[in-house]
C-alpha cells in the first residue's frame, strides 16, 4: 500500500490495521471518512465534529482515482461511511459508478443551495470555489478582459498559461462551457485558447499563477482557493507573486464566472449511516462554513455565512447558476473535447 493511501486516524486509539485490513464491527461512536481533501484543510473541523458530537472520526486520505476504485474494489466490505471529494466531477462519477447512496436531509436542503447539490441527494456541496481570469497587473488592464471566449482571441497568442487537460477543474470548465455553448463552439474556443499557449501546460493553479508573476504569460485561469493561500502564505516568494497579479471575473454580462464545489456523500455501504449525515451537517453549519472563508479561503456554500477578507479584496461576482452535477454529466464530454483540440 503506497504511503499516500495509508490513514491518519484522528481522535481515535483504533489501530491502522484494524480500520483497514481488518473487517471490524464497527462501533455506534464512528465515522470513516476516505478523503481526496488533504488533512490540514479538514482536520480542525473534524477535531471539532469528534468533540461536539462524540464520534471518532477516522480518515483516509488519498488521490480521488485511488479512493475511487478502492471504495469500488472494496464493496460491501468497505469501513467508509463518507467520500469527500474536491470536485463535482468526481463526486458525479462516485455516483456513476454506484458507491454512494442517496440521502435526504432538510437541514442539508436549507444549508446548500441546490446549485451545490446533486438533484437527488447523493452529494452535497461543502464549499464554493470560483475559477475567474487571473492577469498580470502591470502588463494587463482590466478593461482588455471580458470573457473566458475572449481568451480563445489572437490577441493573446504566447500570453495564455494553464493547467493540462488532466485537471478536473479545467475539465469543469470546459463542460460547463458545453453545456451553455454547445460542443462545437466550445472546441472552437478551445482550439483557440491552445493557440494562445505561452508555454505548454505544466503545474498545478499556483504554477500557473507564479508563471503570470514572473512574466512566462499574462493571463491565467486558477482557482481562488490558490490564489488567496498564496496572498496570505507563510512563504514571502508566494506572497511576493500574489501581489503581482489581479483577478477578474468574467461573464459577468451573459452566464457568470465559472464555480465548482467540493463536497461529500455518503457511500452506498456506509455501517455508520447516520454519523455520516450528521457530520455533513455539521459541514454546512455556520461555524464550519465560516472555517472554510477565514482558513480555507474558500467560498461558504451556505449563503448566510459571509466570505473572508481577502475574498472579499476581490469583489463581488455573478456566479453561473448552472448546476454543478452538470459537471460531471459533461465530464466525458470534455475531455474528449480537449484532446480534439490538442490541449495536452
Known amino acids: ?60 486520505t488519498g ?74 497587473r502591470e502588463r494587463v488592464k482590466p478593461a482588455e478582459l471580458s470573457t473566458y471566449d475572449d481568451l480563445a482571441d489572437p490577441k493573446w497568442k504566447g500570453k495564455v498559461c494553464v493547467r493540462s487537460s488532466d485537471s478536473v477543474y479545467n475539465q469543469s470548465l470546459v463542460a460547463g462551457m458545453i453545456s451553455h455553448h454547445g460542443e462545437a463552439k ?11 499557449f505561452a508555454r505548454p501546460p505544466k503545474g498545478g493553479d499556483r504554477d500557473q499563477i507564479k508563471a503570470v508573476a514572473a512574466g512566462e504569460c499574462d493571463v491565467t485561469l486558477a482557482n481562488t482557493y490558490y490564489l488567496g493561500g498564496m496572498v496570505n502564505s507563510s512563504d514571502e516568494a508566494e506572497k511576493q507573486a500574489a501581489a503581482k497579479v489581479a483577478v477578474f471575473w468574467p461573464d ?50 451556505n449563503p448566510a455565512i459571509a466570505p473572508s477578507a481577502t475574498l472579499k479584496a476581490w469583489g463581488e461576482f455573478k456566479a453561473d447558476t448552472l448546476n454543478v452535477a452538470k459537471l460531471g454529466e459533461l465530464n466525458p464530454a470534455a475531455v474528449r473535447l480537449m484532446d480534439r483540440a490538442g490541449w495536452k
Open 186 to 196: 466550445t472546441e472552437a474556443w478551445a482550439k483557440g485558447l491552445v493557440a494562445n
Open 1 to 60: 500500500m503506497p504511503d499516500s493511501f495509508k490513514p491518519l486516524i484522528l481522535c481515535s486509539v483504533l489501530t491502522l490495521t484494524s480500520v483497514l485490513l481488518a473487517t471490524p464491527a464497527l462501533a455506534e461512536g464512528e465515522v470513516n471518512i476516505y478523503s481526496a481533501r488533504k488533512e490540514d484543510l479538514i482536520k480542525p473541523l473534524l477535531d471539532d465534529f469528534s468533540k461536539q458530537a462524540g464520534v471518532t472520526v477516522n480518515l483516509v
Open 252 to 301: 459577468a454580462k451573459t452566464a457568470g464566472v465559472h464555480v465548482n464545489i467540493s463536497g461529500a456523500g455518503v457511500t452506498a455501504n456506509a455501517r455508520n449511516r447516520d454519523n455520516a449525515i450528521k457530520l455533513l451537517e455539521f459541514m454546512a453549519a455556520d461555524a464550519a462554513q465560516r472555517w472554510y472563508a477565514e482558513t480555507n479561503n474558500e467560498y461558504p456554500v
Open 63 to 136: 488521490k480521488e482515482e485511488a479512493l475511487l476504485q478502492r471504495l469500488q474494489s472494496e464493496g460491501v466490505n468497505t469501513p467508509a461511511d463518507l467520500m469527500l471529494t474536491t470536485d463535482a466531477g468526481r463526486l458525479a462519477a462516485a455516483r456513476e459508478v454506484g458507491v454512494l447512496q442517496a440521502v435526504k436531509s432538510e437541514t442539508l436542503a436549507a444549508r446548500i443551495p441546490a446549485a451545490y447539490r446533486d438533484p437527488d441527494g447523493y452529494w452535497y456541496g461543502l464549499s464554493v470555489r470560483a475559477r475567474p481570469i487571473i492577469y498580470a
